[in-house]
């Protein structure tokens, strides 16, 4: 029963439900049980006890999206690295000359986002 | 035939089985750390609730259970409730594909490791709703580094993972603990062990790596506002859950699973996953936190052209030795280890020194230029 296909993707599925349903409910369950006492400043942002300061969505730094862009790259790199892994043996040299050929491309990118100093922090 | 019934009864001690590991590792590893933490500290940790303190979960448990469930005024409310459901996929999800011995898999996936590489992306998701709908400057900038971290850490997990597959053709679980059944890979290949290790404690924002959560300056990052059972939730289930799946897949893909000496059986799983765990616990109590650029650097500009190298590597090794790569690629992978012990001492040095002393230059070039040290608020 577990090696069927439609079984194991189904109960994927229901997995992520049941996981919806079991937070929803646990917290329900705790609401019943819980004292509640409310009031208009326990209900502020928390900023270590004083008035909250201006908006919370503030900018943030550009760097995270640089990183963001540089991952998918990366991950794009991930997503063809898997099915090539899978049938590298049959595919022999002319496999692996490609995936090298893809490999220096990659690592051209990754030493030019460097020498632009994308990689740095600060 | 009532399909319905019928898959549930299949599937329903699966989901049981999911939780059951959840739960049993949100109860067993924080009061393990904290124990564990606290000998290693030379102090006694939790010891009064119950014998040895054991008890002390299921009160933290209680307690965090009956707390008041507060929502900000200015969250998103739907996003706040959710969050923690999304995060909490990864742990739930991840091990279905996992196996527990060689007949009992939750769901068996043909594709495996795709599988746990494209769910385990979904605690970032998780972690950036909550701190993104919980309109807080503190969960903000938390959710942002924790964000930024998975993410470049994640590349040089994927290369690892990969490596995985491509010693042994199958993306199947299964079919990578049978491979083991001679010589564990992370023998064979113990730089892809030990990078797994360093990129999942950062992906799991584990000390030396746990600058979202640094509490020093973020109080406690993306789950600033979350209190109750929602950070119960974040700080327990989700938390220890993501290190336990972790461990788990890293003992299934590295250490041969549930295969062990003497017997085969999933007590060794449960083992190895102990070990594995005591190893993060150990690192918690021994390393500081890392600057946030020497943690993008690190991942960056050693991980990931590290990883890339010994995948290109281990490749041309199956290319030449179709039938007996396992020798040459340990060889290289042990040798590669003992350079880079030998060689980033030395090399790390320069390299902090040289940027200590250009950072040094800039602050006094901007202290002579606007007569302050200071720059504006950085994230």
């Keep these: 029963m577990t090696s069927d296909y439609t079984y194991s993707y189904l109960a994927v599925v229901a997995m992520s439900l049941l996981d919806i349903v079991f937070v929803v409910g646990i917290l329900g369950v705790s609401r019943l049980v819980q004292r509640r006492h409310i009031y208009p400043e326990k209900l502020t942002p928390y900023e270590c006890g004083i008035p909250p300061v201006g908006d919370s969505r503030a900018p943030f730094a550009v760097r995270y999206y640089i990183f963001a862009l540089l991952f998918v790259i990366f991950d794009v790199e991930a997503v063809f690295l898997f099915p090539w892994a899978l049938v590298f043996r049959t595919l022999g040299g002319t496999g692996f000359v490609e995936m090298m050929i893809f490999f220096a491309v990659l690592l051209v990118g990754l030493i030019y986002a460097w020498g632009k100093g994308a990689l740095e922090w600060v | ?379």
């Excluded at chain 2, 319905?4 to 699966?14: E, K, Q, R």
């Excluded at chain 2, 933490?37 to 299921?58: A, E, H, I, K, Y």
């Excluded at chain 2, 011995?101 to 599988?115: E, K, M, P």
């Design chain 2, 1 to 379: 035939m009532s399909g319905v019934t019928d898959f549930l009864t299949s599937f329903l001690p699966g989901f049981l089985l999911a939780l059951a590991v959840i739960a049993a590792s949100a109860v067993v590893f924080p009061f393990l750390m904290r124990r564990v933490w606290g000998f290693m500290c030379d102090r006694l940790g939790p010891n009064r609730v119950g014998p040895q303190g054991l008890l002390q979960p299921f009160a933290d448990g209680l307690k965090l259970f009956v707390k008041e469930d507060v929502t900000p005024s200015q969250a998103h409310k739907y996003l706040f409730l959710i969050a923690p459901a999304v995060a909490l996929i990864t742990p739930m999800l991840t091990q279905v594909v996992i196996p527990f011995s060689d007949n009992y898999t939750i769901a068996n996936l043909n594709i495996g490791l795709i599988y746990l590489v494209a769910v385990g992306a979904f605690s970032v998701l998780g972690i950036l709703i909550a701190g993104w709908a919980s309109n807080n400057k503190y969960s903000l900038v938390g959710g942002l580094r924790a964000a930024a971290q998975m993410i470049s850490y994640e590349i040089p997990l994927i290369l690892n993972i990969v490596l995985v597959a491509l010693l042994t053709g199958s993306l199947s679980l299964n079919m990578i603990v049978g491979a083991q059944e001679t010589v564990w890979f992370g023998v064979v290949q113990p730089l892809a062990f030990i990078i797994y290790i360093i990129a999942g404690v950062a992906e799991l924002n584990r000390t030396p790596f746990d600058l979202p959560e640094a509490e020093s300056e973020l109080v406690s990052g993306y789950n600033t506002e979350y209190g109750g059972m929602r950070f119960a939730f974040f700080a327990a289930l989700i938390e220890w859950g993501n290190v336990t799946v972790w461990a788990m897949a890293g003992s299934t893909l590295f250490l041969g699973g549930w295969r062990g000496p003497l017997f085969n059986s999933p007590l060794w799983l449960a083992v190895k996953v102990g070990i594995i765990t005591l190893v993060i616990i150990w690192f918690f109590s021994t390393f500081p936190r890392l600057q946030i650029d020497q943690l993008m650097s690190f991942a960056w500009k050693v991980l990931i052209p590290l990883s890339l190298l010994n995948v290109a590597v281990t490749s041309g090794f199956i290319l030449l030795w179709p039938e007996n790569f396992f020798l040459p690629t340990a060889i290289f992978s042990w040798s590669s280890i003992a350079l880079f012990i030998i060689l980033f001492p030395s090399v790390i040095r320069k390299v902090l020194l040289r940027n200590r002393l250009r950072l040094l230059a800039t602050r006094k070039m901007t202290t002579v230029i606007s007569g302050t040290g200071k720059g504006g608020i950085r994230s």
